[in-house]
């Protein structure tokens, strides 16, 4: 990061949630999950994700994926591709995520950024320009 770094907040509204076992043998199971999103603040618009998460028997589940999100940062249009890994813990959602370098179109080309999301707390990116 350097020192044009801002930070964007926001929370996200699951739309579609279409989970699919991938494989369910060995002690934990893995599922591919489609999801559509509304983020809403900051960063306002829909993102479109897929993720492999692995859930085990107590309840604990990971997992990482991409989400190509489409419309606005902070008042500038666009979209760019978002890469994450977090967990599922006794209904607490929490992980990281990074702009994906090379993937923003539209004025928001040359964004590069890192996050993260808690179900509690929301979402939040800070980003730059390059």
């Not at 591919?32 to 993102?47: L, P």
């Not at 990281?96 to 979402?123: D, H, N």
């Amino acid at each position: 990061m350097n020192q044009q770094t801002k930070r964007a907040t926001g929370r996200i509204r699951v739309t579609s949630y279409d989970p699919r076992p991938y494989d369910e043998g060995g002690g934990a199971s893995i599922s591919e999950i489609h999801v559509v999103e509304e983020f809403i603040g900051d960063i306002a618009g829909v993102g479109m994700a897929r993720f492999l998460m692995v859930s085990r028997s107590d309840g604990y589940s990971s997992f990482a994926g991409v989400e190509r999100f489409q419309g606005t940062l902070e008042g500038r249009s666009g979209s760019f591709v978002l890469q994450s890994a977090g967990t599922l813990e006794g209904g607490t959602l929490e992980g990281t995520w990074f702009v994906v370098p090379g993937t923003a179109t539209g004025e928001l080309l040359g964004l590069r950024g890192e996050g993260g999301f808690q179900t509690a707390i929301g979402i939040f990116l800070d980003y730059w320009f390059e």
